[in-house]
């Protein structure tokens, strides 16, 4: 089926550098998502987009996050600078309109 | 204020059981309902959606779900579990629009013993 891709699968960071998580999603979809997960929790919404601009963030959303797709390449999210709490899996998701939404695998981010 | 209840942090069964996988949800206005199931290690994966019509609605490898709007419900339902079913799985809500944010349960970790 349909698969969205997230490069790296781990990455680890210092505290207060930059870190951007690139995300790959499937070719025709329009809408993209991050979700942010903590071990042994929930899945929680940060941010979606469409047609180049956030369409809602969340509360999680924080003011050193920021999205985008340059050129319908990849759909990033950078943060920076990166605090540790933002040690978390990272998903990016995907879909083409309706509820089914593609996800990716993850990207373990670990913040030293 | 859309907020979903999975009542079960974790449901143990054997191979062959049924398995019924519990959501509760509040939400105002017209919202689609679906269940996802993540393997360990890796993203979501969709399992089924409920807008309208029929309350049971049918998802991929065997499972099915029933929403109840008496009871702001939305179980997921196996009659016969396979030892491959073992996963966590995530209940949402989403609003009746184009790319609208999932709101997740807290999860549920089905683990099918032999």
């Known amino acids: 089926g349909p698969k969205v891709l997230q490069i790296p699968s781990h990455q680890i960071i210092d505290m207060g550098q930059m870190v951007t998580l690139n995300c790959d999603p499937v070719?025709?979809?329009?809408?993209f998502y991050w979700y942010k997960q903590i071990l042994g929790q929930q899945m929680e919404f940060l941010v979606n987009?469409?047609?180049?601009?956030?369409?809602?963030k969340s509360k999680l959303f924080k003011d050193q996050f920021s999205v985008e797709r340059p050129d319908g390449s990849y759909f990033t999210l950078k943060i920076q600078p990166t605090a540790l709490e933002d040690s978390a899996v990272y998903f990016c998701?995907?879909?083409?309109?309706?509820?089914?939404?593609?996800f990716g695998k993850g990207t373990r981010l670990t913040v030293v | 204020t859309q907020t979903v209840s999975q009542s079960d942090a974790h449901v143990t069964v054997f191979e062959g059981d049924s398995v019924e996988l519990r959501c509760n949800y509040s939400?105002?206005?017209?919202?689609?309902l679906s269940w996802y199931i993540q393997h360990h290690g890796h993203g979501l994966q969709f399992l089924l959606k409920?807008?309208?019509?029929?309350?049971v609605v049918q998802g991929v490898n065997g499972f099915e779900a029933e929403f109840s709007k008496s009871d702001s419900s939305f179980h997921l339902r196996k009659a016969s579990v396979h030892w491959s079913d073992s996963a966590v799985y995530f209940c949402?809500?989403?609003?009746?629009?184009?790319?609208?944010?999932?709101?997740f349960g807290g999860g549920t970790r089905l683990t099918v013993r032999p």
């Open positions: 998701a995907s879909s083409l309109d309706g509820p089914e939404v593609f």
């Open positions: 070719s025709n979809h329009l809408y």
């Open positions: 987009f469409y047609n180049g601009k956030v369409m809602e």
């Open positions: 939400y105002g206005g017209s919202i689609y």
């Open positions: 409920y807008y309208s019509g029929n309350p």
């Open positions: 949402a809500v989403s609003a009746n629009n184009a790319g609208a944010k999932l709101t």
